[in-house]
């Protein structure tokens, strides 16, 4: 099970950090995939973290502003956000791929969800 924190207000320029903490099996199980949906917008990809944690993947609208680990002993993964901007506005959600081979940037590939945490950025 995943549950996703951290969201709030922040003002444009301003970083958040989103935790996405487990229970049962090890993150390091699986891909991890941070998403996020705006306000009438479809799901989209954000950022993905590979199970060996060497291999990373992320948006090009939040290249070099984001970034996505891992704390083993803590089972949880991180979503750094930095350098914010009013478009990053959305809810956001962890979700692991169990099995699959590859960083995927689509949602149908993740199995399980967390609940979304809400990122809300002021200009």
């Known amino acids: 099970q995943l549950q996703a924190s951290g969201g709030g207000l922040v003002h444009a320029g301003g970083s958040l950090r989103l935790p996405c903490a487990a229970s049962g099996r090890p993150l390091s199980s699986y891909n991890m995939g941070w998403f996020r949906q705006a306000p009438g917008k479809e799901r989209e990809f954000v950022a993905a973290l590979s199970r060996s944690g060497g291999t990373t993947s992320y948006a090009d609208s939040v290249k070099g502003r984001f970034t996505i680990s891992r704390h083993n002993a803590k089972n949880t993964v991180y979503l750094q956000m930095n350098n914010l901007k009013p478009e990053d506005r959305a809810v956001y959600y962890c979700?692991?791929?169990?099995?699959?081979?590859?960083?995927?940037?689509?949602?149908?590939?993740?199995?399980?969800w967390g609940q979304g945490t809400q990122v809300t950025v002021s200009s």
């Open positions: 979700a692991a791929d169990i099995d699959g081979d590859a960083l995927y940037m689509w949602s149908f590939n993740y199995d399980s």
